[in-house]
């Protein structure tokens, strides 16, 4: 009897072993820290800033947020930035909606992680968030793939706390998305962009874009599973629902208006656009380019099996969509 405990115990080690190894190969989350520039500046005392902005400079190490304390006419600016009544508004209200960023960091561990081991050629290491003044939205979240780097405009990512300002003049259908919900998939997007492959610029397609941001879609579905489909693709579940429902006839309406290998980009912007609806279809959802690549790409990568790395620098969105056998 006393054997057979034994063995039982040996065995159940054992199987305990073999699963934490299996898991521990199975995308290990990144140790992600990101650093709040907008606290070194707003929360220093001026005569310490120079030094906290070297300190930065360092940890940071990137041309997203470059910083010269030498520099008296820079110091100067960055003075008036952040003594502006306004802009201290925004950043107080941010600070109330991100005191901390712990919760950011343990997403983004967790999808980076999975990332890296799909492509290794992923390899994000610097991140910092900063208050912009919400100067350029299209511009909240930059990545520089050399450096390892990315910028956050953590403000942007608080609007809907700034009613008073109405919204600094972002239209409703922006605002809606300018949230926590939104920030971790927003930033994995952000990355994926980076490493998807286009043709030359002169020879893009509206195929070439449906199928770059399907596959920026179904590189979060790899990196994000449980994030909801609504919140990778930016819409609300009504629009999601339009889309699912009135795919056929939106494809339909591409191939009808000989719109897939189309090079001038104001006969499709509509389609493309952030925008709250597509004017060409009632009620509808906006960019339908992206929902109906990602479909494509996620019929692809049935049909092929083919790596994350060989995906990504794929240019020929013709062959894809051929080889999707995509048919709505």
């Not at 947020?65 to 820079?74: E, I, R």
């Not at 000989?258 to 493309?272: A, I, P």
């Amino acid at each position: 009897m006393h054997n057979n405990n034994k063995t039982t115990v040996l065995a159940l080690f054992a199987l305990a072993l073999a699963f934490l190894c299996s898991c521990g190969h199975n995308g290990d989350a990144k140790d992600v820290e990101i650093i709040r520039f907008e606290k070194v500046l707003f929360d220093t005392p001026q005569e310490k800033l120079p030094q906290e902005l070297q300190i930065f400079a360092t940890q940071y190490a990137s041309p997203l947020l470059p910083v010269y304390p030498n520099d008296a006419t820079y110091m100067m600016q960055l003075g008036q930035f952040v003594g502006d009544p306004t802009v201290r508004d925004i950043y107080d209200i941010t600070m109330s909606q991100y005191p901390d960023l712990h919760w950011l960091e343990k997403e983004l561990g967790t999808a980076l992680g999975k990332a890296e081991e799909l492509d290794e050629e992923i390899n994000i290491d610097h991140f910092a968030t900063y208050v912009s003044g919400l100067s350029d939205y299209e511009q909240r979240i930059a990545v520089d793939r050399e450096s390892g780097s990315i910028r956050i405009s953590i403000d942007h990512y608080a609007v809907k706390g700034m009613e008073k300002y109405s919204y600094f003049g972002l239209p409703v259908y922006i605002v809606e998305r300018c949230d926590s919900t939104h920030l971790a998939s927003d930033i994995m997007a952000a990355i994926a962009r980076q490493y998807v492959a286009m043709p030359d610029e002169k020879d893009v397609t509206m195929l070439d874009i449906m199928i770059s941001e399907g596959k920026v879609l179904y590189f979060l579905d790899q990196v994000m599973p449980k994030k909801a489909e609504a919140v990778k693709i930016r819409y609300s579940e009504e629009q999601l629902e339009w889309m699912r429902k009135n795919e056929s006839n939106v494809w339909a309406y591409f191939i009808q208006n000989n719109l897939l290998y189309e090079k001038d980009f104001s006969r499709y912007h509509n389609f493309v656009d952030e925008a709250p609806k597509t004017n060409a279809f009632k009620d509808s959802a906006p960019r339908t380019t992206h929902y109906i690549g990602w479909q494509i790409v996620r019929q692809y990568m049935e049909q092929t099996k083919c790596s994350m790395k060989e995906l990504f620098d794929n240019t020929n969105s013709q062959s894809i969509l051929q080889i999707s056998k995509y048919k709505p």
